[in-house]
């Protein structure tokens, strides 16, 4: 098993920055992706990031390319999303996600879960 642990939400204004924490433990040789996801009031669960754990390799949702950074600290067992230019419509809870498989954007495909950490961004 592979547990996680988010910290670093809060609120924000608009054009501010936060960065997102997620602390792994347990399993976490098995680890082969990390990612995180967001879910807004009323709306889906949505892709936001995800990195390579081994190899570094990043992908993005076209609404956070160039505002937003994942990366990983594989001493600490940690990944980090740096998030800048920040916008009300980022207003969600934010979680973080592992799994054993390559990269997928798919929230269902991921095995391990964070229990999340609101992100508020005031206008």
């Known amino acids: 098993q592979v547990q996680l642990v988010e910290s670093g939400g809060g609120l924000v204004q608009a054009g501010g920055s936060l960065r997102l924490s997620c602390a792994a433990s347990?399993?976490?040789?098995?680890?082969?992706?990390m990612a995180w996801f967001r879910q807004a009031p009323g709306k889906e669960r949505e892709f936001v990031a995800a990195i390579n754990w081994s190899r570094g390799t990043t992908n993005y949702a076209d609404s956070v390319k160039g505002r937003f950074t994942i990366s990983r600290d594989g001493t600490k067992n940690t990944v980090v999303l740096q998030m800048n230019s920040l916008k009300p419509e980022d207003t969600a809870v934010y979680y973080c996600?592992?799994?054993?498989?390559?990269?997928?954007?798919?929230?269902?495909?991921?095995?391990?879960w964070g229990q999340g950490t609101q992100v508020t961004v005031s206008s």
């Open positions: 996600a592992a799994r054993r498989q390559v990269i997928t954007t798919t929230p269902s495909d991921y095995s391990y």
């Open positions: 347990g399993r976490t040789f098995s680890i082969y992706t």
